[in-house]
């Protein structure tokens, strides 16, 4: 009786024990890919930690292990993230966080484009404007262009009668 209850405690035991870690979460899964998607390599391939293969990037290798590690104990994407920006910054970010300062870095470059087309577009409109007035003033200039236009064109006649 003490051996069946014996093996009985030790089938409960080997049930009950937790998940490895290495069962948990692998390089492979869907999970690790969206936490280690968001993270710049520092190696300077421009990958991000998923897609990091630059030859002896040793940086990669122990940046994976220390997330599949923080995954296997239970935190989740958003708690990873902010580990990760508490201790580098945003620069480890593949996108900035749309909040604050870096929210206004992702609209004020298209409201200043925005507003630089708006302006030229007035601009060059009232250099139309400017331009169609002012032809009845320059009709004296046209007279003179015609006359020069002329004299060109003589000249130009002349040279090709002597060599044709």
């Not at 580990?83 to 409201?111: H, Q």
């Amino acid at each position: 009786m003490k051996k069946v209850f014996f093996v009985l405690v030790l089938l409960l035991s080997i049930v009950a024990l937790p998940v490895s870690a290495e069962d948990q979460y692998d390089f492979k899964s869907q999970e690790f890919k969206e936490v280690a998607s968001q993270f710049m390599c520092m190696c300077g391939c421009g990958q991000d930690h998923f897609e990091c293969n630059m030859q002896g990037c040793g940086l990669n290798d122990a940046f994976k292990q220390e997330m599949k590690e923080m995954m296997d104990d239970g935190l989740n994407k958003d708690e990873i993230k902010d580990y990760y920006v508490s201790m580098y910054g945003e620069e480890i970010l593949t996108a900035p966080e749309k909040r604050g300062f870096s929210l206004a870095a992702w609209i004020l470059p298209f409201f200043v484009l925005g507003t630089a087309g708006t302006g030229l577009f007035y601009v060059i409109r009232k250099w139309i404007k400017v331009n169609s007035g002012s032809e009845n003033m320059s009709s004296e200039t046209n007279d003179i262009d015609e006359a020069e236009d002329e004299i060109v064109k003589s000249i130009i006649d002349e040279e090709r009668k002597k060599y044709y």
